[in-house]
C-alpha cells in the first residue's frame, strides 16, 4: 500500500548522534585513533592558550574538523561550516551536540590560523607515526619532492621595490615576453612563493617545494619539508631528512635522476647513507655506478622509490595541495605536514584493516 507523506512536525528526538552512525563505518576506527592522539596532545594546548579570556573553539574539535575537510575534500571552511551544521556524521566526528549551534567560518578560520602552527603539525605528525610503527622499515626509504602552487597569479609578479604598474585603457600592462626572475621580481599576493617549473619544458608557476622521506616497506612518510623553489631545494632537503633518520646503521635512498650529482651522492653516503638514485648518463657520467647497481636491492629501491607519487597525487587531489590556498612559508609548511600526517592516517586504518581480515 502507499505509504503517508508525513509532515515533520517532531520537536524532540530520543536517538542520539552515536546512535545514527552505522558501527562498522570507515570512520569509527579514525575517530578512536583521533581521541588517542588528542589526548596525547592535551598540555601541549594547554599551554598554547591563555588561562583566562573567552573561550576559542577547542583545539581538539578544530583539529577533527580540519581533518574530515581533507577526507572528504571540501574546498572551503565555508563548506565546512555549512556541513556541520546538517550533516549528522560530521556532527558526531567533531564531537558537536545535535543541537549545538555551528561557529561562524570566519571564526573557524581565525581560530585554525591562531592554533596550528609547524610544531603541532610535527607533534600530530609524530603522533600518527608513533601508532603506525609496527609497519615502517627503518633500512630503506625513498625521497623525492613536488611542486606546490601558491595561491598567487602571475600578473601579481612585478619588479621589487617598485609600484604597481599603471593601467592601459581599463587594461593591466601585458607582461608578456618582459624577462622576469626570482632575482627582479616578487609576487604581491605572496611574497614567499617563487617562480618555477618542476622539468624542461613544462609551465613556470608560482610555488613551494614540498618534499617528503618514504619508508619503503607500506609507503608510509616518515619526514616532510616545504622550501622554497629552487634548483637545490630537493637535494638540500634530502641531505637534511637523511640527517634526521633515526640510528646508526647503513640505510638506502631511493630516488630519481634529480638526486644524481657528485655532492649529493658524496654528501649521502658520509652520512652512511647508501643513495640508490637513479642514473643520469644523458650528456655526462652517472655518480652511481656498477658497485650500486650490481646489487639486487638496487633494482628493488628503483621500484620501491615511485610509490612516494602515489603519496603526492593523493596530497593533491585528496588533500587539496595542487594549488594551496595559504600564503607564506610558514603558513604551507604545517598544511603539508597536516596533509602528509592524514595521508600516513588513511594507509594506516587500511593496513590494520587488512591485517585483521
Known sequence: MRGTDEKQDGMFSYVSVEERVPADHPLRPLRAMMDAFLKEMSPLFAKLYARTGRPSIAPERLLRALLLQILYTVRSERLLVEQLDYNLLYRWFVGMDMDEPVWNHAVFSKNRDRLLNEEVAEIFFRQV??????????????????????????????????????????????????????????STTDPDARLYKKSKGSEAKLGYLGHALMENSHGLLVDTMVTQADGRAERDAAWRMASRIPGVKQVTMGGDKNFDTQECVGELREMNV??????????????????????PGYAISQRKRKRIEESFGWMKTIGMLKKVKLRGLEKVSWLFTFVAAVYNLHRLQRLQAQAAS
Not at 621589487?160 to 585603457?169: I, T
Not at 642514473?279 to 652511481?288: F, K, L, Y
Open 129 to 186: 607515526l608513533e601508532r603506525a610503527k609496527p609497519y615502517l622499515s627503518d633500512e630503506h626509504f625513498s625521497v623525492d619532492g613536488t611542486l606546490l602552487e601558491a595561491w598567487a597569479s602571475h600578473k601579481s609578479f612585478r619588479p621589487k621595490n617598485e609600484d604597481e604598474p599603471p593601467s592601459e585603457g581599463g587594461r593591466e600592462v601585458n607582461f608578456h615576453g618582459d624577462k622576469r626572475s626570482n632575482e627582479t621580481h616578487q
Open 274 to 295: 647508501t643513495p640508490h638514485v637513479a642514473q643520469n648518463n644523458t650528456n655526462r657520467r652517472s655518480a652511481i655506478d656498477g658497485r650500486t647497481t650490481r646489487h
